[in-house]
């Protein structure tokens, strides 16, 4: 079967910096993705990645490495408004995104 | 731009009524478009695809009676929820992919968050 494994929640501190990360099992691998989801509201893009390495984008940070089935999420100098769950998704083989439950991450001031 | 619609926001019904939600994409064209449910703290549960022009596809264990999906057009699928009872409230999410940017494979309306009564 499919599966995505993700932390189910983390603590971090404000200004500190946390990684979140995602193993999966596919049938078939087109891309992996990371999504922020603030409780309430509908889950908004933050990084996409179909090779392997890092992927950089302001504080966020995307890895990806294919032949482990791993990626994990940096968020560097967090903040209060970082607090949210943080989804992780796989296209697999027929385009189909396949999600993680989620990871809540909670910032401590 | 990928800017995604739904409408409404929220709402309340009464138990037995039917109950539309819109997804619309406002700036490109959406030939498949998703819909979620997601009850409170959990993750997002896939309820159907459908595609532009034909019948959607839905995950098991979705009654497809219920939930009717229609994708009449490139930038609009409808969801109605059919004799909505209390356990149908929840929050629902359409997504939408735009397949000439396929690296970001669904951008996401804001959601419905219907409460049945």
């Known amino acids: 079967g499919q599966n995505i494994d993700q932390p189910t929640e983390m603590t971090a501190t404000e200004g500190a910096i946390v990684q979140i990360n995602c193993t999966y099992q596919t049938s078939g691998f087109n891309g992996l993705f990371w999504y922020q989801q603030h409780a309430g509201e509908a889950p908004t893009f933050l990084s996409y990645?179909?090779l392997d390495g890092l992927e950089e984008k302001g504080r966020f940070s995307s890895f990806l490495s294919r032949s482990k089935g791993y990626s994990y999420l940096l968020l560097k100098e967090l903040q209060m408004k970082d607090s949210a769950s943080y989804l992780c998704a796989v296209k697999d083989s027929n385009y189909q995104l396949i999600w993680g439950a989620g990871t809540k991450l909670i910032i401590k001031p | 731009g990928a800017v995604v619609s739904q409408h409404p926001s929220w709402v309340i019904c009464k138990s037995g009524t039917s109950v539309k939600i819109e997804c619309r994409s406002l700036d490109f064209q959406a030939t498949t478009m998703f819909w979620y449910r997601q009850f409170p703290k959990q993750s997002l549960m896939l309820m159907a695809t459908?595609?532009?022009?034909?019948?959607?596809?839905?995950e098991q264990g979705v009654e497809k009676d219920k939930f009717l999906i229609n994708h009449a057009s490139l930038t609009l699928s409808t969801l109605t929820v059919t004799s909505a009872h209390p356990e149908d409230s929840s929050f629902y999410i359409c997504?939408?992919?735009?397949?000439?940017?396929?690296?970001?494979?669904?951008?996401f309306g804001p959601g419905t968050r219907l409460t049945v009564l």
């Open positions: 990645n179909v």
């Open positions: 459908s595609n532009e022009g034909s019948k959607a596809t839905y």
């Open positions: 997504s939408a992919r735009d397949a000439e940017r396929e690296a970001r494979a669904a951008f």
